[in-house]
T-cell receptor, first 115, second 112 residues
C-alpha cells in the first residue's frame, strides 16, 4: 500500500507564474489536508477536503490560492501569480473517514521556490 | 496564536542519553500527537495520546499528558544518532474539526 504521494518534489517558479501541486492520498483515504511550512517553523494548516468538497479552508490565503479534490484523480493545490513569500514546503496528508479522529499520514512534500 | 508550543527549541545530547521535549497547548483537546521530521523530509507520526490517557509507551518513546496543565512531554530513551530530527506536537481542535495545529518544534541533535 503506497503512502501519500506528492509531486513534484521540487518546483521552481518565477514571480507571476502559476504553481500546481498534486497529492494522491493513501488508498482508501477520503480526507486530504494541505499544510505549509516556512523555514524553521512548524506546519500551518491551509485546507481540508473530502472528495469533491472543501470542508475547511480557514487557513488558506484569501487570494491566489485554491484547492480541489475531484472525484477522480489527485488533490490539487493551485497558487496563481506566485510571489517570493510563497516559497515554502507544502505538505499533503490524508486520513480515512469515520467518526473517530485518525492519525494523518504525510507525504514527502513539495518544495516551492519562487525566483 | 500557536496551539502547541514545544520547549526547548533546540536540544543537543550524546548518544545513549535520554531526551525530553515538552509541549504546551491552549485549548481543550481530544488527543495530542507527536510527529518527527527529518531534515528536508515529510512528517512521521510517532504516537497519539487521548485526553483520557495520562501516559503512553511505544518502544523507546514515552509520552505523558497533563490536561490540567495543558502540557505533554515526549521522552526518548537511550537516544541514537538516527533520532536526530525535529519533533512536533500537534493537536486537533475539540469537536468535529480534524485539521492539526502544530507547534514550532524542537530540533534534537544526538551526537555520536
Amino acid at each position: 500500500n503506497a503512502g501519500v504521494m506528492q509531486n513534484p518534489r521540487h518546483l521552481v517558479r518565477r514571480r507571476g507564474q502559476e504553481a500546481r501541486l498534486r497529492c494522491s492520498p493513501m488508498k482508501g483515504h477520503s480526507h486530504v489536508y494541505w499544510y505549509r511550512q516556512l523555514p524553521e517553523e512548524g506546519l500551518k494548516f491551509m485546507v481540508y477536503l473530502q472528495k469533491e468538497n472543501i470542508i475547511d479552508e480557514s487557513g488558506m490565503p484569501k487570494e491566489r490560492f485554491s484547492a480541489e479534490f475531484p472525484k477522480e484523480g489527485p488533490s490539487i493545490l493551485r497558487i496563481q501569480q506566485v510571489v517570493r513569500g510563497d516559497s515554502a514546503a507544502y505538505f499533503c496528508a490524508s486520513s480515512p473517514g469515520g467518526l473517530d479522529f485518525n492519525e494523518q499520514f504525510f507525504g514527502p512534500g513539495t518544495r516551492l521556490t519562487v525566483l | 496564536s500557536q496551539q502547541g508550543e514545544e520547549d526547548p527549541q533546540a536540544l543537543s545530547i550524546q548518544e545513549g542519553e535520554n531526551a525530553t521535549m515538552n509541549c504546551s497547548y491552549k485549548t481543550s483537546i481530544n488527543n495530542l500527537q507527536w510527529y518527527r521530521q527529518n531534515s528536508g523530509r515529510g512528517l512521521v507520526h510517532l504516537i497519539l495520546i487521548r485526553s483520557n490517557e495520562r501516559e503512553k509507551h511505544s518502544g523507546r518513546l514515552r509520552v505523558t499528558l497533563d490536561t490540567s496543565k495543558k502540557s505533554s512531554s515526549l521522552l526518548i530513551t537511550a537516544s541514537r544518532a538516527a533520532d536526530t530530527a525535529s519533533y512536533f506536537c500537534a493537536t486537533p481542535p475539540s469537536g468535529s474539526a480534524r485539521q492539526l495545529t502544530f507547534g514550532s518544534g524542537t530540533q534534537l541533535t544526538v551526537l555520536p
